[in-house]
């Protein structure tokens, strides 16, 4: 099939967070979605490798910071592209606590949504949870950044031609350098598989 149709459809992007006994963390999402208003549930799904996904099927809570088109591409960098199983996060980085407990970013934001576990559906590499949402607040007028915002205007542009053959990913602009990438091959910073990259001639 045509790949890049799975490209159209739209997303929001966000910064879930959860936590456990010693420490807060959050990471980039953008699987986020309301499926019903009466209960007012989410879902978001999340790969079994992120530190985060871990905090979440231990506590069954966490927070969904919703990002607005001012977000820097540091905060994509700083959520998405390290793991909490390394570094702290939220140490040296500004943000709130809610009446649940867990972190939330306040600045760059348009909303944040304190949610329950209601139920964990094992999706393979990623679990889905449905949850109930027990809090939240409007934090600014701004628009929410859509996917499409962050691809046009906040990713920042790949260089020009490499030297030699590389696979660029088109998710977050990591590169690897080869003639051909693994099937298997998954991105080691934003952890998207190797249908995400783009073979970029040298
Ligand atoms: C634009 C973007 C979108 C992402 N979307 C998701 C997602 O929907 N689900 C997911 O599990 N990881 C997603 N990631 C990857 C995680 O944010 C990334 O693996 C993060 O480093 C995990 O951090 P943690 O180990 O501290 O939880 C995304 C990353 C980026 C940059």
């Not at 506590?59 to 969904?64: G, H, I, R």
């Not at 591409?73 to 040296?92: I, L, W």
């Not at 949402?133 to 205007?153: F, H, I, P, W």
Request: charged share 20%; net charge neutral; proline share 4%.
């Amino acid at each position: 099939m045509d790949l890049s149709a799975m490209y159209k459809i739209s997303y929001g992007l966000f910064v879930l967070s959860a936590k456990n006994s010693s420490k807060q963390n959050g990471c980039i999402v953008n699987t986020v979605m309301q499926v019903t208003s009466t209960p007012n549930r989410i879902v978001v799904a999340v790969n079994k490798n992120n530190f985060t996904h871990d905090m979440i099927v231990a506590s069954k809570e966490f927070n969904v910071s919703m990002l607005s088109t001012s977000v820097p591409f540091e905060v994509f960098k700083h959520f998405g592209f390290q793991s909490g199983k390394d570094v702290n996060k939220f140490e040296n980085f500004n943000h709130k606590i809610a009446n649940n407990g867990i972190a939330y970013l306040d600045k760059n934001t348009t909303a944040y949504l304190s949610a329950k576990v209601v139920s964990i559906t094992d999706l393979g590499t990623h679990s889905l949870f449905l949850a109930d949402v027990t809090d939240g607040a409007k934090l600014s007028d701004e628009d929410s950044v859509t996917y499409d915002y962050y691809q046009k205007n906040i990713k920042p542009k790949p260089n020009a031609k490499p030297k030699k053959t590389v696979w660029r990913c088109k998710i977050c602009g990591y590169e690897y350098e080869g003639e051909e990438l693994p099937a298997d091959f998954i991105c080691p910073l934003c952890k998207h598989p190797a249908s995400d990259f783009e073979k970029i001639e040298a």
